[in-house]
């Protein structure tokens, strides 16, 4: 890949990695911008969504109440593990019923996109290039990300649904009344011309704390994938620097296979635990729509 003018080609390489295979065919200039649609990680998303019902379903047929085998015991210890944080977290039991099984699909959902990042950075553009496929189809993966959580569209989508639910169950237990009063009256309680006087400050100081939760949660998320990403991509160059058997090349060939193979492990534990994380977020926050200030 030839760098432009002006630009190094490690530096190039990794600008390159970072555009999305979008409907504007470059990388968006500002942070929002809904006339964007990121094809990429749209198609990963709902891949691995798909893949998430399917191991669900997959798992439900095949249980029986007999001596489980290794993938029904398996999908059991999930369910427990999530099943025992949802029932320490989340107060009502109607809500659990529902909550329960969300914060189990948006774990394993999240491990599977998470996952992703695992793959070669390299490997989907050189299959494209090899089979001839890009160019059968224009050539749209020239640009191509395969981890749809380092997409901040992504993770904020997500945060974003957890936002709405915060509002319909805080709407649904304390009554749509309560819930609009509790935002003008909490955290700073009064009486009088007093609670008059507080309400802007109440309600700005509401509107903040949903902010900053729905913020941090996708935040949280895409930042430590996006690191992870790059890092992946800056051992990859180690690779690319290969110029033929001498020994340069040996050493950051070497170099290339010992930190990949090193940071791939430790990533599998950021996979998982940000998985973890982004769930546990889940049900504390639906959890806390239950609680009064």
Same mark, same amino acid.
């Given at each position: 890949?030839?760098?432009?003018?002006?630009?190094?080609?490690?530096?190039?390489?990794?600008?390159?990695?970072?555009?999305?295979?979008?409907?504007?065919?470059?990388?968006?200039?500002?942070?929002?911008?809904?006339?964007?649609?990121?094809?990429?990680?749209?198609?990963?998303?709902?891949?691995?969504?798909?893949?998430?019902?399917?191991?669900?379903?997959?798992?439900?047929?095949?249980?029986?109440?007999?001596?489980?085998?290794?993938?029904?015991? *398996?999908?059991?210890?999930?369910?427990?593990?999530?099943?025992?944080?949802?029932?320490?977290?989340?107060?009502?039991?109607?809500?659990?019923? *529902?909550?329960?099984?969300?914060?189990?699909?948006?774990?394993?959902?999240?491990?599977?996109?998470?996952?992703?990042?695992?793959?070669?950075?390299?490997?989907?553009?050189?299959?494209?290039?090899?089979?001839?496929?890009?160019?059968?189809?224009?050539?749209?993966?020239?640009?191509?990300?395969?981890?749809?959580?380092?997409?901040?569209?992504?993770?904020?989508?997500?945060?974003?649904?957890?936002?709405?639910?915060?509002?319909?169950?805080?709407?649904?237990?304390?009554?749509?009344?309560?819930?609009?009063?509790?935002?003008?009256?909490?955290?700073?309680?009064?009486?009088?011309?007093?609670?008059?006087?507080?309400?802007?400050?109440?309600?700005?100081?509401?509107?903040?704390?949903?902010?900053?939760?729905?913020?941090?949660?996708?935040?949280?998320? *895409?930042?430590?994938?996006?690191?992870?990403?790059?890092?992946?991509?800056?051992?990859?160059?180690?690779?690319?620097?290969?110029?033929?058997?001498?020994?340069?090349?040996?050493?950051?060939?070497?170099?290339?296979?010992?930190?990949?193979?090193?940071?791939?492990?430790?990533?599998?534990?950021?996979?998982?635990?940000?998985? *973890?994380?982004?769930?546990?977020?889940?049900?504390?926050?639906?959890?806390?729509?239950?609680?009064?200030?």
């Amino acid at each position: 890949m030839s760098a432009p003018g002006g630009v190094s080609p490690q530096a190039y390489y990794i600008q390159h990695h970072l555009v999305h295979n979008n409907n504007i065919g470059q990388k968006q200039s500002i942070i929002a911008d809904f006339s964007v649609i990121n094809y990429d990680s749209l198609f990963w998303a709902v891949l691995m969504g798909f893949i998430t019902v399917f191991f669900m379903w997959r798992a439900a047929r095949v249980a029986t109440s007999g001596v489980p085998g290794r993938f029904q015991c *398996f999908v059991e210890m999930l369910v427990d593990m999530v099943d025992q944080q949802a029932r320490s977290i989340v107060p009502s039991e109607v809500t659990r019923r *529902f909550v329960a099984p969300l914060a189990l699909t948006v774990f394993v959902w999240i491990v599977l996109m998470n996952a992703l990042d695992l793959v070669p950075v390299d490997l989907l553009p050189w299959i494209f290039k090899t089979t001839g496929l890009g160019a059968a189809v224009g050539d749209p993966f020239y640009y191509h990300r395969i981890l749809p959580t380092a997409d901040l569209n992504i993770p904020m989508g997500m945060s974003l649904g957890v936002l709405l639910l915060m509002f319909y169950y805080g709407i649904k237990i304390k009554s749509p009344t309560g819930f609009i009063s509790e935002l003008f009256t909490a955290p700073f309680h009064a009486h009088g011309f007093a609670a008059v006087l507080l309400a802007p400050a109440n309600f700005l100081l509401n509107l903040v704390e949903y902010a900053a939760k729905s913020v941090s949660l996708g935040m949280r998320l *895409f930042g430590n994938m996006f690191a992870g990403e790059l890092i992946f991509m800056l051992v990859a160059l180690l690779g690319g620097a290969w110029t033929g058997f001498n020994a340069t090349s040996m050493a950051l060939g070497f170099g290339h296979i010992l930190a990949g193979s090193i940071w791939a492990i430790f990533h599998i534990m950021i996979v998982l635990l940000q998985a *973890f994380i982004f769930m546990m977020l889940t049900l504390v926050y639906i959890g806390q729509a239950h609680e009064g200030h």
